[in-house]
């Protein structure tokens, strides 16, 4: 159930009455996370659930990035600490995202990128039910190959690889033909450190999502040998109707 205070859409399926006395079936809805260590495929991965499942994606990442781009207050604050290389405060990252959600009452949705932090999850936990999580678990040589072989259109957040994914001309967004880019925390002497944090971060949350029975882990090297796994799981979990959001059923 996703609350926020006006609407409150069940996470299953619900009826609701319309102008015309018509009800409308609401199909149920859809919310999971992905988690994973940096260079663990969380955005490839989610890319392909959102295709294949019409899901909305949503990265912390990038929302953090339109906000500063669009000069919010949120955006701004939250600058201050990524320019430095740290972590946005939970309060901030609260206050960015959380509204976003509530905008989302009607949409099935795969979040990559948020919770990074137990008060974060317990946040998240209070505005709506999830129905799973996803968490990679990727060997550390692989995080260090893939990272290192890494570009980013910055404006967009597109990834590529060199070998796995690579643009269609080098160094170059395919869409908008703007030059790549890679992340100086992307670099092999920042990833330990890096892992570190985030298994020290994760472990809680992890324990949280297992408690309550909604997390699936899935090990290995390649994606693509991970993702029939998550594809057959995700065609378990998700009920074609609400493979396009919610679907509105006339019922006399
Ligand atoms: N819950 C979150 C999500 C994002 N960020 C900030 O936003 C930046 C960009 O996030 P993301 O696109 O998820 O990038 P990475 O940290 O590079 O994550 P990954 O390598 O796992 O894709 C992060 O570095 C971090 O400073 C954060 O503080 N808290
Ligand atoms: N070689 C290789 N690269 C991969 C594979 N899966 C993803 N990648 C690449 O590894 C990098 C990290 O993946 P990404 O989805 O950005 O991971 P995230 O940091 O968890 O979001 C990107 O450059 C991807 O294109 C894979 O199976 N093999």
Redesign the pocket.
Known sequence: MLRNGTASVRNDTDTVRGVAGYKWRMAKLFRAVIM?P???????ISERIAQRFALTRLSSGDFVRENIAANTDAGVLAKTYIERGLLVPDHVMTRLLLPRLEEMTRHSWLM?GFPRTLAQAKALNSTCDLDLVISLNIPYETLK???S??WIHPASGR???M???PPHVQGRDDISGEPLIQHDDDKPEALVARLRHYKDMAKPIIDLYKSKGILHTFSGT???RIWPYINSLLSTKIPSTSQTDTQRIPMP
Do not use: A, C, H
Request: no cysteine; hydrophobic share 15%.
């Open positions: 994973g940096p260079g663990s495929g969380k955005g490839t990559d190959e893939r990272l072989d890494r990834v590529y690889n070998g796995f994914n390649e994606t693509d």
